[in-house]
């Protein structure tokens, strides 16, 4: 005979764990549906773009870092060669008073300053030495000497150390900017790569035209103000076509304050090498009062630079990927001009 029971209703825990179950397929399921498109060409340009900005604001820093690092250096090297011809100076002063000692000991009777030449603490000796009255001119004369001597060594031992932290702080300071600095020239690379072949050729001939739009810019009649800064643009013109590289400055690559400097030096005019120091390099001026050779500052950080060619061109390097080239000076938030 058939049974009669009533089927086995499934339990509570049951029904709470196929729920859940649905709703997480369910959250997967609108996840998936509203997941972010694939970036466009536009889209991955500009982000790419925006990463190349930030790596050059990153860059001028470390210039700024770099040059901080080899003036230091050049201080820290002068400072131990002071110290180094100081003690040989102080050595020398020594001996001589020992001499004096020797001298008095032969010629018979060893008051208490010989006593005290003549000690293995000549520290301790300068201490005490002062006070006695027994202390000929000269040997007074020869003690101020080395007391001098030893207050102007500690002086400078003292600065060489302040500045051996300070350059362990620089070159600390270059490892994390170049850090960055790689990470998103690193970032905008993998953006990249996102991209088909297709789009990648589409971005490369847009580059390429950019590049050769240089045999065909007009420059207008615009002159010089002066023959330095003719001569810097003659000399940026030279390096058109020269690759952007970060740090570089020159002769075969160059980043943007990198160019300006190149380009000043073969005019025989020294420049700073970070953008935001060659802002105030000079006199600042207006857009409309521009001329060629003149520095164009960009950014409101002033973080970009350029060199005016005439008829609203600048000549610049401009990021990764690009060469020296010429460029429309509308193409970015002008900030002010510099007369060298």
């Not at 740090?247 to 953008?275: H, N």
């Not at 950080?301 to 060199?307: F, M, N, S």
Request: include cysteine; aromatic fraction near 4%.
């Amino acid at each position: 005979m058939a049974s009669h029971r009533r089927p086995k209703q499934p339990s509570r825990t049951r029904v709470s764990v196929l729920t859940a179950t649905a709703a997480a397929a369910v959250a997967l399921t609108s996840q998936a549906a509203h997941a972010d498109p694939k970036p466009t060409k536009k889209e991955v340009k500009a982000k790419v773009d925006k990463l190349y900005e930030e790596a050059e604001v990153a860059t001028e820093k470390y210039n700024g870092a770099k040059e901080k690092q080899q003036k230091l250096e050049e201080q820290v090297g002068d400072l131990q060669d002071k110290v180094a011809r100081g003690q040989e100076e102080l050595n020398e002063l020594r001996n001589g008073l020992g001499s004096m000692a020797t001298a008095q000991y032969r010629s018979g009777g060893i008051d208490p300053s010989v006593q005290l030449m003549l000690s293995s603490d000549p520290d301790s000796y300068l201490d005490r030495a002062s006070t006695l009255d027994q202390l000929s001119t000269k040997q007074a004369d020869a003690l101020q000497k080395i007391a001098d001597k030893q207050r102007s060594l500690t002086q400078q031992r003292e600065e060489a150390s302040q500045k051996l932290e300070e350059l362990a702080d620089t070159r600390e300071a270059l490892g994390t900017k170049k850090k960055e600095i790689q990470g998103k020239l690193s970032e905008a690379q993998s953006l990249l790569n996102s991209l088909t072949a297709k789009e990648k050729a589409a971005l490369a001939a847009a580059e390429a035209r950019a590049n050769r739009a240089n045999s065909r810019v007009n420059l207008g009649s615009d002159v010089a103000d002066s023959q330095r800064a003719a001569a810097a643009l003659a000399a940026a013109k030279t390096k058109i076509g020269s690759p952007y590289v970060w740090g570089a400055t020159g002769p075969s690559s160059f980043d943007c304050s990198g160019l300006t400097s190149w380009a000043y030096s073969q005019a025989g005019v020294s420049l700073p090498r970070m953008s935001q120091d060659q802002a105030n390099a000079g006199t600042r001026i207006g857009q409309s009062e521009l001329k060629p050779g003149d520095l164009v500052i960009f950014y409101g950080d002033q973080h970009h630079v350029g060199l005016y060619a005439g008829n609203g061109q600048i000549l610049h390097a401009p990021k990764p990927g690009a060469s020296v080239r010429f460029e429309a000076i509308g193409n970015m938030p002008f900030q002010t001009g510099v007369r060298i």
